[in-house]
Every structure is written in C-alpha cells, then in structure tokens.
C-alpha cells in the first residue's frame, strides 16, 4: 500500500511518523497535544518554571502540536501558547494539526489580534498540508 494512503486523513500518525524520522535522524522533537501544552506553559508559568520550559521547547528541532482545533483557551493560555510558537518562527520546526480553518482560529484563541498574528507567523515560509475529507474513523467503524 502506497505511504499516502497509509497516512490518509491521519494527521496525527502523519507527524507522529515525521517525528520518528526526526528523532532516527538525531533531531530532537517535542510532542503535545495542544490542550497538554497550554496546561503544561499554565503550570508552568505559576510555578515560575516558564523561562525554563519555554528554554527547553525552542531547543527542539521539532515541536509538534496536536488537536489544536479541538479546545478554546483562556486568554492566558492562548497568549503562552502565541508566545512558544512566535519565539520559533524562523528559528525551529513546528507541525500543528487542526481541523478548523485560518479563518476560525479566533474561535479558539479568545482574541481575533492573536490568532492572526499567530496564523501570520505560522504560515510564513510554511507547507499547508490540507488533509480535510472523510473520517477515516467513520469509514471503518
């Protein structure tokens, strides 16, 4: 079977796999869900950790973050979250998985300035992968 249709509207086993090419090739990678870490940067940040943490994930070749669409964040939260991906704009790898278009990120982030200058970062010099079409989980229940 053909890798594409292997990874057919699997966004999560498609950077899971690019992840694991990564690390075999000495890269090192992060993996969060989206909601994980906005909590994880949350805790972090009250337990007055976040320079350390937020030192730790732009040392990763790769940050890959999973589920964005699937939960809105708190202004805080949204705001951390901006703060992680825009310090590695040009200067790390980032894989976001969502299933919500550009157009709907304020719906996630609580304020519309945020999420178009995150979308403005993130799709600077970037590949859009649009892998929207059937649930495979639907096709084979």
């Given amino acids: ?3 594409w249709k292997t990874f057919h509207n699997g966004k999560t086993h ?3 796999a690019l992840g694991l090419a990564g690390c075999y090739r000495g890269y090192s990678v992060r993996f969060f869900t989206a909601a994980g870490l ?3 940067l949350t805790e972090a940040r009250d337990d007055k950790r976040l320079g350390r943490l937020t030192r730790k994930l732009a040392k ?3 940050l890959i973050v999973d589920e964005l669409s699937c939960v809105s964040f ?3 939260g949204a705001e951390l979250l901006f703060q992680v991906i825009s310090e590695r704009s040009e200067r790390g790898s980032v ?4 299933n919500l278009d550009f157009s709907k990120w304020d719906e996630i982030f609580s304020d519309h300035m945020l999420a178009a ?3 403005d970062r993130i799709t600077f010099k970037s590949h859009i992968l649009n892998m929207n079409g059937d649930s495979y989980r639907l096709k084979h229940r």
């Fill in 1 to 3: 079977m053909p890798l």
């Fill in 74 to 76: 708190p202004r805080h």
């Fill in 38 to 40: 906005v909590t994880k």
């Fill in 60 to 62: 990763a070749n790769l």
């Fill in 14 to 16: 498609l950077s899971i």
């Fill in 95 to 98: 894989i976001i998985n969502t």
């Fill in 117 to 119: 200058a995150l979308v």
